[in-house]
């Protein structure tokens, strides 16, 4: 799993920051989470080849989280895409998008799904081979959810030395990761545990942008890998931070502790701010494992 | 009138390059002409003063034109704007804007006034004491306009030599400005025609993108100082031009050889062409004072 943070900021795109957006890679798929205004061109910054999104994960409608999806999803078109684009995101995000391709005069030549979003309990709304996508239901002014990545690992990993040792051609090589036994020309059976080892353990990855301090989520989010939490306030602020129905950074880290995740992700910062390091310092008094996001920044979840 | 270009390249936004938008300054007054994805960065950059924009002109609803309204729209309610603000454009523009706000539980604390536009033919679409806006009904691939932008020059010029011969305080000057005579302490009357010039001539600007070579424009945009004309493509493209409607940079200086205009500005370059020294290399064949738009560039209308 590798997550790049295409933007991380509050409100308003500016000159030195972008809104939320991130690019989630996981064995080779990639999965883009919000999309703000700019997203495209954060996209071609960090060098990602627009043409492996196939999964657009909207957490809500607020601009400064989709606001850069219509003009995506026109650059597809653009581009000439030709393989399927699915859209996840709260109700109503389907007639906002369709009717400004109506009015542009412009039809994909793709096809573009839209699986629109309304329940308000966690419900599993991707799932392939490599990985589930969960919902996290947040609270938040509007309907909000965060998103949790589960990577599915049942490969098992070779034990080469023993591979080696009974000169097994590689065309059996699928066959003995997905747990089968070997027969060998002399007619003998090797079983699987001899010649692999158990799977990596599977990774896991929660979004959380924007909620308030909510610990409903605990459960749901329980033992992930990597946490990304928003923390648009220091608790200096959070007067505004209640108002405005986001999180400060020592709640975010109060969420990571409680749910015994392994790393945080601070996020979704205020541009009031002009020295960042303050929210980590805030974070770590409660939990030790915080980093803050930043435009272009690349977590490397192994 | 100062223009700035903000972008003015066709298609998707780039880390090197933004679609459509422009800001043209009429006596301290700013007009924003189409709003593409990235516009508020780019007014940023531009160190524009955002609250100033009263007016926004949009001349199609294709998204290199205007997918970036709906977030400036936004930026304005974040910055607690308070005055007016005015969009022209395509009908539908209005829905579009509405449901996108309405979706994010937003309400302006300014008054949002659409003027959506449907005519065919030339019409007067704005008028204050300091300038005058008509559409010019363009040829596009949807239903398209562009501005003319004509300045009005009532005031007439102090002759400060005679001003100051005849001692007259400067609470008269207004009054002389607009044509009156003065009354000296005496009793005797100067008349204005001796302590005042006639007016500078008033400066027109007239912005044409999207459309293909369309000459009934020219009556409309005839004589101008400024000509900004779309060239999408060079004429070794022209087969791109016609199937898409949209022109070459020899059309634009037809266009701008038969209309009479003192100065052409070319945009909306495809972003195929890694030289665009190339646009103004044609126009010039055909039209001498061509130059050429870049974002971020400047044209004092002088």
């Known amino acids: 799993m590798k997550l790049t943070i295409l933007g991380c900021y509050a409100a308003t795109p500016r000159t030195i920051s972008n809104p939320t957006s991130q690019v989630l890679e996981i064995k080779n798929k990639l999965f883009l989470i919000d999309c703000a205004e700019g997203t495209q061109v954060q996209l071609r910054k960090s060098k990602v080849k627009f043409s492996k999104i196939s999964q657009i994960f909207i957490s809500h409608l607020h601009g400064d989280h989709f606001y850069g999806l219509i003009g995506l999803i026109s650059t597809f078109m653009l581009l000439n895409r030709k393989n399927d684009l699915h859209v996840y995101g709260p109700k109503g995000i389907k007639e906002i998008i369709l009717m400004q391709l109506k009015a542009s005069g412009s039809y994909t030549g793709y096809n573009l799904y839209f699986h629109e979003l309304e329940s308000k ?12 996508v969960k919902t996290i239901p947040l609270s938040h002014r509007i309907y909000t959810n965060g998103f949790l990545f589960q ?3 049942s490969e098992r990993k070779l034990n080469i030395e023993k591979v080696e040792q009974y000169n097994i051609d590689k065309v059996y090589f699928n066959k003995l990761k997905y747990g089968g036994d070997m027969t060998l020309d002399n007619g003998k059976i090797i079983p699987n545990s001899e010649l692999t080892f158990d799977p990596q353990a599977s990774k ?30 220091l608790e200096s602020e959070s007067h505004l931070s209640e108002r405005t129905m986001h999180s400060t950074a020592k709640q975010a880290a109060t969420i990571a502790k409680n749910a015994n995740v392994k790393n945080l992700i601070l996020g979704h910062f205020s541009t009031r701010y002009n020295n960042i390091d303050l929210f980590k310092q805030e974070a770590q008094t409660i939990f030790e494992n915080t980093f803050l996001a930043d435009d272009g920044k690349e977590f490397n979840m192994i």
Chains 1, 2 share one sequence.
């Open 121 to 132: 309990e966690s419900e599993i709304i991707f799932e392939d081979d490599r990985v589930m």
């Open 151 to 153: 990577e599915k690992n």
């Open 204 to 233: 896991s990855y929660a979004y959380c942008s924007d909620t308030m301090y909510n610990e409903a989520i605990i459960p749901i989010i329980e033992n992930s890998d990597y946490l990304y939490h928003e923390s648009t306030f």
